[in-house]
């Protein structure tokens, strides 16, 4: 038995379309903590994290909006992370990707207290490759990757408490890359497996290579899954639909893999914007997929028409 801590990010401060930060709520009443319970897992809802107020920071970048707020949820995130993975199982329920800025500080903190190396699967039809300075959108849940993986940029932001190299970052179903931040990559060494790999390897082949490399080395999986990593056909509750995702199969075979290796110890779930959902639809399929990934069997789950 697991023990999840719900953690509660209603961030909306990394883009422009409001309703983000209904997340946390629409998770709850699409029954995530039920499914947890009957699948025998322990859960503690620790309510929503409330980001201490701050005073506007300036940046050299005009496109560049909210950053004051985003910093702070950054730093009230990787508290709350970094108490979480010393008790049990995070599950970060958002909220836009800047949560990931925090979430993923904060288990990089336990991770160097615990002398286990840190990987991350980033489940995203982006790579959120930007800095604040090469963004132009402004948006900084376009920024997380970057400040993960320790790129110069994020001054204003608290040090990342150990870079995650960039080897042991492993992006899954991207199909919009801007080019600033392709030139970005070109470099560095993350596994990049973008729908094209998907659609010629198929989903199980390189997902298994990735977590043979991390069980190789004892090492802490962090998964951040955005809506947008699945089709929006059946999944339009994201302000960022991007066609061509990930199908409801594929995206369950990939919760499942997850679940028997074994390797997971924490989970973001980003990007539900429920204004922008059907009657539901959206929410219930990421609780779905979350079921999936802590043991629940596809024979086991009541058909849904979606």
């Given at each position: 038995?697991?023990?999840c801590?719900?953690?509660?990010?209603?961030v909306?401060?990394?883009?422009?379309?409001?309703?983000c930060l209904?997340g946390?709520?629409a998770?709850?009443?699409?029954?995530l903590?039920?499914?947890?319970?009957?699948?025998?897992h322990?859960?503690?809802d620790?309510?929503d994290?409330?980001?201490a107020?701050?005073?506007?920071?300036?940046?050299?970048?005009?496109?560049?909006?909210?950053l004051?707020e985003t910093?702070?949820?950054?730093?009230?995130?990787?508290?709350?992370?970094?108490?979480?993975?010393?008790?049990?199982?995070?599950?970060?329920?958002?909220?836009?990707?800047?949560?990931s800025?925090?979430s993923?500080?904060?288990?990089?903190?336990?991770?160097?207290?615990?002398?286990?190396?840190?990987?991350?699967?980033w489940?995203?039809?982006h790579?959120?490759?930007?800095?604040?300075?090469?963004?132009?959108?402004?948006?900084?849940?376009?920024?997380p990757?970057a400040?993960?993986?320790?790129?110069?940029?994020?001054?204003?932001?608290?040090?990342?408490?150990?870079?995650?190299?960039?080897?042991n970052?492993?992006?899954?179903?991207?199909?919009?890359?801007?080019?600033?931040?392709q030139?970005?990559?070109?470099?560095?060494?993350v596994?990049i497996?973008d729908m094209?790999v998907?659609?010629?390897?198929?989903?199980?082949?390189?997902l298994?290579e990735?977590?043979?490399?991390?069980?190789?080395?004892?090492?802490?999986?962090?998964?951040?899954?955005d809506?947008?990593?699945?089709?929006p056909?059946?999944?339009p509750?994201?302000?960022?639909?991007?066609p061509?995702?990930?199908t409801?199969?594929?995206?369950?075979?990939?919760?499942?893999?997850l679940?028997?290796?074994?390797?997971?110890?924490?989970?973001?779930?980003?990007?539900?914007?429920?204004?922008?959902?059907?009657?539901?639809?959206?929410?219930?399929?990421?609780v779905?997929?979350?079921g999936?990934?802590?043991?629940?069997?596809?024979?086991?789950?009541p058909?849904?028409?979606?």
């Amino acid at each position: 038995m697991t023990h999840c801590i719900l953690i509660g990010a209603p961030v909306d401060s990394g883009q422009k379309r409001a309703g983000c930060l209904m997340g946390p709520a629409a998770y709850r009443v699409a029954g995530l903590a039920q499914t947890l319970l009957a699948l025998g897992h322990g859960v503690e809802d620790r309510g929503d994290v409330s980001p201490a107020p701050r005073d506007p920071v300036p940046h050299a970048n005009p496109a560049v909006h909210h950053l004051a707020e985003t910093i702070g949820w950054t730093e009230a995130l990787s508290e709350a992370g970094s108490d979480a993975m010393a008790n049990g199982f995070p599950i970060f329920m958002g909220g836009d990707h800047s949560l990931s800025l925090g979430s993923v500080a904060g288990v990089a903190r336990h991770a160097v207290r615990v002398g286990r190396p840190l990987f991350v699967l980033w489940l995203d039809a982006h790579t959120d490759f930007h800095t604040p300075e090469t963004t132009q959108s402004g948006n900084l849940h376009g920024t997380p990757v970057a400040y993960i993986a320790g790129r110069p940029g994020f001054d204003d932001f608290p040090p990342f408490p150990a870079p995650v190299p960039p080897a042991n970052i492993c992006m899954f179903g991207i199909r919009s890359v801007d080019e600033a931040e392709q030139s970005a990559l070109m470099p560095e060494e993350v596994e990049i497996n973008d729908m094209r790999v998907l659609d010629e390897r198929g989903i199980g082949a390189p997902l298994r290579e990735f977590l043979a490399r991390v069980e190789a080395v004892n090492g802490l999986l962090h998964v951040s899954l955005d809506v947008d990593f699945l089709d929006p056909t059946i999944a339009p509750a994201v302000g960022t639909t991007v066609p061509g995702g990930t199908t409801f199969r594929e995206a369950h075979l990939v919760m499942e893999l997850l679940h028997e290796s074994g390797l997971v110890t924490s989970l973001d779930l980003v990007e539900l914007n429920p204004f922008l959902d059907d009657r539901g639809r959206t929410a219930r399929l990421m609780v779905d997929l979350v079921g999936s990934l802590m043991g629940r069997k596809v024979f086991d789950r009541p058909t849904r028409s979606f």
